[in-house]
């Protein structure tokens, strides 16, 4: 079945950098969208990347395009959140996701598939 496992996730500091990654079972990374998304507390979840299934287009929310990146490693079929210049505003639990309808539009769509989450904390 379907599996996501998140990691990577800690305490950094202001202007700092964490990577996350996605361990996927059940399916291949590289034949489905696949998406992070994140809840702050008191706060709703919302997108924060995708990948899309083929041809490898990214999409961010506004909130981190220019300061996280979305990827893949096939061979170990892993999904990657690079998170640089983070700031307190970035705390929040992140969640990995996927979906088997490859069209999703994980900006407007609610993923099938979703990861325990992994806790990141950014102290000002």
């Known amino acids: 079945q379907v599996q996501l496992v998140e990691s990577g996730g800690g305490l950094v500091q202001a202007g700092g950098s964490l990577r996350l990654s996605c361990a996927a079972s059940?399916?291949?990374?590289?034949?489905?969208?696949m998406g992070w998304f994140r809840q702050a507390p008191g706060k709703e979840r919302e997108f924060v990347a995708a990948l899309s299934w083929i041809g490898g287009s990214t999409y961010y929310a506004d909130s981190v395009k220019g300061r996280f990146t979305i990827s893949r490693d096939n061979a170990k079929n892993l999904v990657y959140l690079q998170m640089n210049s983070l700031t307190p505003e970035d705390t929040a639990v992140y969640y990995c996701?996927?979906?088997?309808?490859?069209?999703?539009?994980?900006?407007?769509?609610?993923?099938?598939?979703w990861g325990q989450g992994t806790q990141v904390t950014v102290s000002s």
């Open positions: 996701a996927t979906d088997m309808r490859r069209d999703i539009n994980m900006r407007t769509s609610t993923p099938n598939y």
């Open positions: 059940g399916f291949t990374v590289s034949t489905y969208a």
